[in-house]
């Protein structure tokens, strides 16, 4: 009895703090509730790591204690301290997303008290666990980080289609304002697109030079060459009316950013010229996570969904209908009038099992589902990229990374020419 009254504790409180949080976000952001949740775990996953980080990098006096049970990827495990951390609180937070996953699969009052409460649970779960791995041979992770390795792989497409929805969001907002009447935007779409392209193409020349020993990366920047300027070709085609030379010249700079990411990877010094360079690990540290937060908040913001729309008019109606009751409950009581007090109630439940029916909806049709599957390939690609694709560079992460460059400059030229394979389709 003690403990389903302390479950029943902790799961009002996680409700009450969520509802409370929501409300300001929802009076300074004008956000719907489904919007609050999504940014609650993003907000969740970043401060974790990067608490933990604080605490492993620069408090790591606190863990003198527990050294000797932590093993490291070098000798050393005082100053690779917080790359352990990072690989054991992201395993913790991929266990939580597993569960979550589970536990949306039951649908129902269920998932929805497990995905919108339950916050002081999974604060202590994460703290316990995170513990927990502290002992927890470092043997156990070098499988572990191949298998993460992989995965960040799926994210990183994930990451792909985002960033090709903002490039075209963004164009197409610069472009509407010029035809509205703002001639001045005509000034900033030109320069911008230089600069996108100016960067791309110097870039790539910088590849050339740091990665000049193999002639792999000699024909890997050659072809890179090749497939932004088959993109820029195919757009001006015009296939695609909603494209524009703005966002290919994002796209090209992402697409030989990812190609330089990829040719740091590369362990061979040779070959790599930047193989102990700390600069570039910061730069695509720093990089990575903004990409990373661009791509969650599109996902979090950025889609239309109608059924927020319609929880919003529901509960609009709900109010009327709960002001037009309490009017005829201060009338004077007469037949018809108890007849009209009848019928409004009766609408009242209705609209109140609408409202409940379009707040169950993303249970029932998958939406967290599909939301924590994308957390659980986030955290993992978090963990990789902040340890530097497992703390050295090797092949494995090479070749992840090249080929999603390829794969963004594919399905960006797909994006282009499918209007004009199939133009019977709405594509907007």
């Not at 490291?72 to 990072?86: H, R, T």
């Amino acid at each position: 009895m003690c403990l389903t009254a302390t479950m029943d504790v902790l799961c009002c409180t996680g409700m009450a703090c969520c509802k409370s949080l929501c409300c300001c976000c929802k009076i300074c952001c004008g956000s719907t509730f489904k919007e609050q949740i999504k940014l609650a775990y993003i907000l969740l996953n970043y401060t974790t790591i990067f608490v933990t980080m604080i605490f492993c990098f620069f408090l790591q006096g606190l863990f003198d204690n527990y050294l000797s049970f932590i093993s490291c990827p070098s000798d050393d495990s005082s100053s690779c301290l917080g790359v352990s951390s990072i690989y054991r609180i992201c395993f913790v937070l991929m266990w939580m997303y597993i569960f979550l996953m589970i536990l949306m699969l039951i649908r129902g009052e269920i998932a929805k008290v497990a995905n919108e409460g339950l916050w002081p649970l999974k604060f202590l779960y994460i703290a316990v666990f995170f513990f927990g791995t502290l002992f927890i041979k470092n043997s156990f992770f070098k499988g572990y980080v191949y298998f993460a390795i992989v995965i960040s792989g799926f994210f990183m497409i994930f990451q792909i289609i985002m960033l090709i929805d903002v490039f075209y969001l963004w164009g197409q907002s610069w472009i509407r304002i010029y035809d509205n009447g703002g001639e001045y935007m005509k000034y900033i779409l030109i320069i911008t697109t230089a600069i996108l392209y100016g960067g791309a193409f110097t870039l790539n020349i910088f590849n050339f030079i740091w990665f000049s020993g193999c002639g792999t990366n000699i024909f890997m920047n050659v072809f890179t060459i090749l497939l932004i300027v088959g993109a820029t070709g195919v757009q001006l085609l015009g296939w695609n009316p909603q494209g524009s030379l703005l966002t290919s010249g994002a796209m090209a700079i992402y697409i030989v950013f990812q190609a330089y990411q990829a040719q740091s990877s590369w362990p061979d010094t040779e070959c790599n010229s930047l193989s102990k360079s700390e600069g570039t690990r910061i730069v695509e540290i720093v990089v990575g996570i903004l990409l990373t937060v661009v791509s969650l908040l599109y996902l979090t913001f950025g889609t239309s969904n109608s059924s927020a729309t319609n929880i919003v008019q529901l509960e609009s109606k709900d109010e009327k209908l709960e002001n037009q009751q309490r009017e005829a409950n201060q009338a004077e009581g007469n037949q018809d009038e108890e007849q009209q007090l009848l019928q409004q109630q009766q609408k009242l439940e209705e609209a109140k099992a609408l409202v409940k029916q379009a707040e169950m909806l993303p249970y029932t049709t998958n939406q967290y589902l599909i939301f924590h599957t994308i957390m659980f390939i986030t955290i993992i690609y978090m963990m990789i990229l902040l340890t530097n694709w497992t703390y050295q560079p090797n092949k494995l992460a090479y070749w992840v990374k090249m080929i999603t460059s390829w794969l963004a400059a594919l399905l960006y030229i797909w994006t282009l020419i499918a209007p004009h394979i199939f133009p019977d389709r709405d594509f907007s």
